[in-house]
Protein backbone atom coordinates (compact mmCIF):
# COMPACT_ATOMS: atom_id res chain seq x y z
CA UNK A 1 0.00 0.00 0.00
CA UNK A 2 2.55 2.38 0.83
CA UNK A 3 4.55 2.15 -2.26
CA UNK A 4 1.37 2.39 -4.45
CA UNK A 5 0.73 5.62 -2.25
CA UNK A 6 4.18 6.94 -2.95
CA UNK A 7 4.21 6.05 -6.50
CA UNK A 8 0.85 8.20 -7.20
CA UNK A 9 2.36 10.84 -5.00
CA UNK A 10 5.26 10.89 -7.93
CA UNK A 11 2.70 10.89 -10.67
CA UNK A 12 1.35 14.12 -9.21
CA UNK A 13 -2.21 15.36 -10.80
CA UNK A 14 -3.06 14.84 -14.18
CA UNK A 15 -6.11 16.65 -14.11
CA UNK A 16 -6.18 19.37 -17.24
CA UNK A 17 -6.11 22.67 -16.61
CA UNK A 18 -9.42 22.89 -18.02
CA UNK A 19 -11.41 25.40 -16.25
CA UNK A 20 -10.51 27.83 -15.48
CA UNK A 21 -8.10 27.87 -18.35
CA UNK A 22 -8.27 27.65 -22.20
CA UNK A 23 -8.49 23.38 -23.32
CA UNK A 24 -5.92 22.31 -25.64
CA UNK A 25 -7.50 21.31 -28.43
CA UNK A 26 -5.65 19.32 -31.62
CA UNK A 27 -4.65 21.52 -34.70
CA UNK A 28 -7.26 19.60 -36.57
CA UNK A 29 -10.29 20.79 -34.18
CA UNK A 30 -13.70 22.23 -35.80
CA UNK A 31 -15.29 24.24 -33.66
CA UNK A 32 -18.32 26.89 -34.49
CA UNK A 33 -18.38 27.95 -38.14
CA UNK A 34 -18.41 31.57 -39.51
CA UNK A 35 -19.60 32.07 -42.65
CA UNK A 36 -18.49 35.36 -44.66
CA UNK A 37 -21.95 37.87 -45.15
CA UNK A 38 -21.50 38.09 -48.70
CA UNK A 39 -21.78 34.21 -49.37
CA UNK A 40 -24.05 33.93 -52.61
CA UNK A 41 -26.82 30.83 -53.44
CA UNK A 42 -24.00 29.86 -55.91
CA UNK A 43 -21.55 30.11 -53.09
CA UNK A 44 -23.97 27.47 -50.40
CA UNK A 45 -24.91 24.98 -54.01
CA UNK A 46 -21.25 24.72 -54.41
CA UNK A 47 -20.31 23.53 -50.82
CA UNK A 48 -24.20 21.82 -50.35
CA UNK A 49 -22.74 19.55 -53.67
CA UNK A 50 -19.71 18.23 -51.31
CA UNK A 51 -22.28 17.83 -48.02
CA UNK A 52 -23.10 14.61 -46.63
CA UNK A 53 -25.76 15.53 -45.29
CA UNK A 54 -28.99 17.04 -46.24
CA UNK A 55 -30.30 20.19 -45.01
CA UNK A 56 -27.54 21.20 -43.08
CA UNK A 57 -26.20 24.41 -45.64
CA UNK A 58 -29.40 26.83 -46.21
CA UNK A 59 -29.75 30.09 -48.30
CA UNK A 60 -33.53 31.81 -47.33
CA UNK A 61 -34.23 35.26 -47.93
CA UNK A 62 -30.52 36.15 -49.22
CA UNK A 63 -28.75 34.88 -46.44
CA UNK A 64 -26.57 31.43 -46.27
CA UNK A 65 -26.60 29.48 -43.10
CA UNK A 66 -25.12 26.60 -41.43
CA UNK A 67 -27.03 23.82 -38.95
CA UNK A 68 -24.80 22.77 -36.56
CA UNK A 69 -27.16 20.52 -35.27
CA UNK A 70 -27.11 18.64 -38.48
CA UNK A 71 -23.21 19.92 -39.22
CA UNK A 72 -20.99 16.79 -38.83
CA UNK A 73 -18.09 19.32 -38.87
CA UNK A 74 -16.56 16.95 -41.83
CA UNK A 75 -15.17 20.20 -43.16
CA UNK A 76 -15.52 19.80 -46.62
CA UNK A 77 -18.37 22.70 -47.31
CA UNK A 78 -14.83 24.77 -45.94
CA UNK A 79 -12.85 23.40 -48.73
CA UNK A 80 -15.73 23.82 -51.04
CA UNK A 81 -15.75 27.67 -50.82
CA UNK A 82 -13.75 29.98 -48.58
CA UNK A 83 -16.72 31.71 -47.52
CA UNK A 84 -16.61 29.15 -44.71
CA UNK A 85 -14.15 28.98 -41.94
CA UNK A 86 -14.36 26.96 -38.91
CA UNK A 87 -12.95 28.51 -36.29
CA UNK A 88 -11.51 27.23 -32.62
CA UNK A 89 -14.62 27.94 -30.73
CA UNK A 90 -15.11 24.81 -28.74
CA UNK A 91 -18.25 26.45 -26.61
CA UNK A 92 -20.78 24.90 -28.65
CA UNK A 93 -23.96 24.04 -25.95
CA UNK A 94 -27.05 25.75 -26.29
CA UNK A 95 -30.39 25.71 -24.41
CA UNK A 96 -32.70 26.21 -28.18
CA UNK A 97 -32.59 24.23 -30.85
CA UNK A 98 -32.64 27.75 -33.30
CA UNK A 99 -29.38 29.03 -31.37
CA UNK A 100 -27.52 25.91 -33.59
CA UNK A 101 -28.09 28.14 -36.67
CA UNK A 102 -24.92 30.00 -37.06
CA UNK A 103 -26.12 33.08 -40.52
CA UNK A 104 -23.77 34.72 -42.99
CA UNK A 105 -22.31 37.85 -41.19
CA UNK A 106 -22.57 36.82 -37.63
CA UNK A 107 -18.84 37.27 -36.07
CA UNK A 108 -19.44 38.70 -32.47
CA UNK A 109 -20.21 35.00 -30.33
CA UNK A 110 -21.46 35.20 -26.66
CA UNK A 111 -22.37 31.31 -25.66
CA UNK A 112 -26.09 31.64 -23.56
CA UNK A 113 -26.49 31.84 -20.12
CA UNK A 114 -28.55 29.85 -18.06
CA UNK A 115 -32.28 30.99 -17.02
CA UNK A 116 -34.18 27.95 -15.73
CA UNK A 117 -34.23 27.96 -11.97
CA UNK A 118 -34.61 23.97 -11.76
CA UNK A 119 -31.47 23.28 -13.64
CA UNK A 120 -29.25 25.94 -11.67
CA UNK A 121 -30.36 23.82 -8.57
CA UNK A 122 -28.34 21.13 -10.13
CA UNK A 123 -25.22 22.97 -9.32
CA UNK A 124 -22.65 20.93 -7.86
CA UNK A 125 -25.06 17.47 -8.13
CA UNK A 126 -25.77 16.44 -11.58
CA UNK A 127 -26.55 13.28 -11.81
CA UNK A 128 -26.88 11.44 -15.77
CA UNK A 129 -28.22 8.55 -17.27
CA UNK A 130 -26.49 7.33 -20.47
CA UNK A 131 -28.47 6.74 -23.06
CA UNK A 132 -26.88 5.26 -26.39
CA UNK A 133 -29.86 5.43 -28.91
CA UNK A 134 -28.02 3.50 -32.13
CA UNK A 135 -25.05 5.42 -31.59
CA UNK A 136 -21.80 4.69 -33.05
CA UNK A 137 -20.12 4.81 -29.98
CA UNK A 138 -17.57 7.92 -30.57
CA UNK A 139 -20.04 10.09 -28.65
CA UNK A 140 -20.18 7.98 -26.08
CA UNK A 141 -16.13 7.17 -25.76
CA UNK A 142 -16.02 10.93 -25.74
CA UNK A 143 -18.40 11.49 -23.01
CA UNK A 144 -17.01 8.53 -20.89
CA UNK A 145 -13.58 10.42 -21.08
CA UNK A 146 -14.84 12.57 -19.14
CA UNK A 147 -14.90 10.56 -16.28
CA UNK A 148 -10.96 10.18 -16.58
CA UNK A 149 -8.25 11.64 -14.01
CA UNK A 150 -7.54 13.68 -17.27
CA UNK A 151 -11.11 15.82 -17.37
CA UNK A 152 -12.38 14.49 -13.52
CA UNK A 153 -15.88 15.51 -14.07
CA UNK A 154 -16.68 14.30 -11.14
CA UNK A 155 -14.89 17.46 -9.12
CA UNK A 156 -17.67 19.67 -10.17
CA UNK A 157 -19.97 16.93 -9.25
CA UNK A 158 -21.62 15.48 -12.47
CA UNK A 159 -21.25 12.11 -12.43
CA UNK A 160 -23.03 9.16 -14.82
CA UNK A 161 -25.65 7.24 -12.80
CA UNK A 162 -26.64 3.73 -13.12
CA UNK A 163 -29.93 4.02 -12.89
CA UNK A 164 -32.84 6.39 -14.32
CA UNK A 165 -34.03 6.82 -10.69
CA UNK A 166 -30.78 8.42 -9.63
CA UNK A 167 -30.40 10.95 -12.41
CA UNK A 168 -31.37 14.30 -13.14
CA UNK A 169 -30.77 14.14 -16.94
CA UNK A 170 -30.59 11.62 -19.54
CA UNK A 171 -27.39 12.50 -21.73
CA UNK A 172 -28.52 11.01 -25.34
CA UNK A 173 -26.55 9.64 -27.98
CA UNK A 174 -27.46 7.93 -31.40
CA UNK A 175 -30.45 8.75 -34.06
CA UNK A 176 -33.02 6.50 -31.81
CA UNK A 177 -33.18 3.74 -33.75
CA UNK A 178 -36.50 1.74 -33.87
CA UNK A 179 -35.43 -0.74 -31.50
CA UNK A 180 -33.81 1.99 -28.98
CA UNK A 181 -37.34 3.70 -29.07
CA UNK A 182 -38.81 1.94 -26.51
CA UNK A 183 -36.33 1.38 -24.37
CA UNK A 184 -35.25 5.15 -24.65
CA UNK A 185 -39.04 5.99 -23.47
CA UNK A 186 -39.26 3.76 -20.69
CA UNK A 187 -35.30 5.61 -19.21
CA UNK A 188 -37.34 8.75 -19.65
CA UNK A 189 -40.87 7.58 -17.86
CA UNK A 190 -38.57 5.96 -14.99
CA UNK A 191 -36.87 9.33 -14.33
CA UNK A 192 -38.20 11.73 -11.14
CA UNK A 193 -39.61 15.53 -11.92
CA UNK A 194 -37.64 17.52 -12.71
CA UNK A 195 -35.78 15.83 -15.83
CA UNK A 196 -34.14 16.81 -18.31
CA UNK A 197 -32.89 15.36 -21.54
CA UNK A 198 -29.49 16.31 -23.17
CA UNK A 199 -29.05 15.65 -26.90
CA UNK A 200 -25.22 15.34 -27.59
CA UNK A 201 -24.10 15.20 -30.75
CA UNK A 202 -25.49 15.52 -34.36
CA UNK A 203 -27.26 12.56 -34.42
CA UNK A 204 -29.09 13.06 -30.90
CA UNK A 205 -29.95 16.46 -32.12
CA UNK A 206 -31.17 15.96 -35.51
CA UNK A 207 -30.85 12.72 -37.05
CA UNK A 208 -27.51 13.03 -38.59
CA UNK A 209 -26.84 11.16 -41.89
CA UNK A 210 -29.79 9.06 -40.63
CA UNK A 211 -33.34 9.22 -40.01
CA UNK A 212 -34.10 10.16 -36.48
CA UNK A 213 -37.10 8.94 -34.22
CA UNK A 214 -38.55 10.27 -31.78
CA UNK A 215 -37.89 11.90 -28.66
CA UNK A 216 -39.48 11.49 -25.87
CA UNK A 217 -39.14 15.06 -24.49
CA UNK A 218 -37.36 18.79 -26.05
CA UNK A 219 -34.11 18.33 -25.25
CA UNK A 220 -32.93 21.51 -22.72
CA UNK A 221 -29.39 21.16 -23.86
CA UNK A 222 -27.96 21.00 -27.44
CA UNK A 223 -24.39 19.73 -27.57
CA UNK A 224 -23.49 19.87 -31.40
CA UNK A 225 -20.37 17.59 -32.88
CA UNK A 226 -19.54 14.10 -34.41
CA UNK A 227 -18.74 13.49 -31.38
CA UNK A 228 -18.34 16.55 -29.13
CA UNK A 229 -14.94 17.63 -28.05
CA UNK A 230 -15.03 16.68 -24.30
CA UNK A 231 -14.02 20.08 -23.64
CA UNK A 232 -17.42 21.11 -25.75
CA UNK A 233 -19.45 18.65 -23.33
CA UNK A 234 -17.96 19.65 -20.21
CA UNK A 235 -18.15 23.25 -21.07
CA UNK A 236 -22.09 23.18 -21.70
CA UNK A 237 -22.98 21.04 -19.01
CA UNK A 238 -21.11 23.63 -16.86
CA UNK A 239 -22.96 26.15 -18.31
CA UNK A 240 -26.33 24.33 -17.61
CA UNK A 241 -26.57 24.22 -14.21
CA UNK A 242 -24.97 28.02 -14.04
Known amino acids: MIKALLARLKEGCRTGAFPPAAPSLPPEFRGRPVIDADTTEEDVRKMKAVCPVEHALAFSNGIASIDMGRCIFCGRCAEASPKIRFTKEYRLGVFRREDLIVKAGEKDYTPPRQTDREARALKGSLHLREVSAGGCAACELDANVLGTPAWDMARFGIRFAA????????????????????????????????KFLIAAGACAISGGLYTQGNLPAEPALFIPGCPPHPATTLEALLRFTS
Open 163 to 194: SPRHADAIYLTGPVSANMQTALDKTYAAMPEP
